[in-house]
């Protein structure tokens, strides 16, 4: 178990903790971001139609009108909610910036919450709704609109997509590398620190955009020299926080983890180049998942004590426990 100051700040829409805050006065608990992510984070429940007023239950909420700036207004008597929540959401956000949130993790389809593919309903009188055709999925609700103009580069997802595996991983690993920025500004970043992130960062960051790692490479390089240190840690950040937001591709660990063989060229006997080659083109091949070459790797690290690879956070960048890798 992690100490509990040692975990990662999260926000989360407040039903998926099992909050009876929805329109109905029902939740929507997800086991395993309470169960098991739950473990390694400290959750910010946030539920905009609570904490703006509304009682449980409450009549419905829908967007309406304009995908690109829809309003929010109640299923059957018409009441517009739009500016009262877009006030609330700027003010709620205002306190979150004290939070030092790494991460959000949003309701799907809710017309407060959703981040994408929430339903816009045709701006109609009511008598005139049948005829006016179904809704557009193209609608953000309303907090999680102002939510992510305001952190534009935080990692955020929707419960519903962290079903998917692989979106999974990528976000787990970025509010890890995001809780380990945070631990680094918090203790006062100095050129030496920024060297010794980004190198413990190497492989993590190539295995989601080599260009970011050739780009933040150059301006690492000449930390020593940069006047405002403020200016340095902001041009970091959004550079980091981009890469990984990029899609780490089979292609692109295949090109980590050939890149990461090549550390053991003068130790690994014939045989163990040879399996440890096999097993690169089985996972390739999607035989294998990516845990079994991670895992392989992490043995030679330790039988030849590779002290340089003993610290890429790319061979660990997140608890075991989780499996996340045993499924990409």
């Known amino acids: 178990m992690v100490d509990a100051t040692d975990k990662i700040t999260l926000g989360i829409s407040a039903c998926l903790l099992g909050h009876k805050v929805r329109f109905d006065g029902g939740h929507k608990l997800d086991s395993w971001l309470v169960n098991t992510l739950g473990a390694y984070v400290r959750f910010v429940p946030v539920c905009p139609e609570v904490e703006m007023g509304l009682p449980v239950p409450r009549e419905a909420l829908r967007l309406v009108g304009d995908p690109q700036n829809p309003r929010l207004i ?100 970025r509010i890890f590398v995001m809780r380990r920025w945070r631990q680094l500004l918090q203790e006062g970043m100095t050129p030496g620190g920024l060297v010794a992130f980004h190198t413990r960062h190497k492989l993590l960051i190539m295995s989601h955009s080599v260009e970011h790692y050739r780009t933040m490479g150059k301006l690492v390089a000449g930390a020593g020299t940069h006047e405002r240190a403020e200016e340095l840690a902001e041009r970091y950040q959004t550079l980091l926080l981009t890469a990984m937001g990029r899609e780490a591709t089979v292609k692109k660990h295949v090109n980590v983890l050939q890149h990461v063989m090549g550390y053991f060229k003068k130790t690994l006997t014939a045989d163990e180049k040879q399996e440890l080659l096999e097993i690169i083109q089985a996972y390739h091949a999607g035989l294998v998942p990516l845990i079994v070459p991670v895992t392989l790797l992490n043995h030679y690290v330790r039988k030849y004590a590779e002290s340089y690879l003993a610290g890429q956070w790319y061979l660990s960048p997140h608890p075991l426990e989780l499996k996340l890798r045993n499924h990409v």
């Open 74 to 173: 109640t299923v059957r008597g018409g009441e517009d909610f739009t500016g009262r929540m877009r006030e609330w959401s700027q003010e709620r956000i205002r306190g979150l910036h004290d939070e030092g949130l790494c991460g959000f993790i949003f309701k799907r389809a809710s017309p407060s919450s959703g981040m994408e593919r929430v339903k816009v309903y045709r701006d109609v009188p009511p008598e005139e709704a049948k005829k006016a055709g179904p809704p557009v999925n193209a609608g953000v609700g309303i907090f999680a609109a102002e939510f992510m103009r305001a952190f534009p580069l935080l990692p955020a997802e929707e419960e519903g997509r962290l079903n998917d595996p692989a979106l999974r991983e990528n976000f787990v690993e």
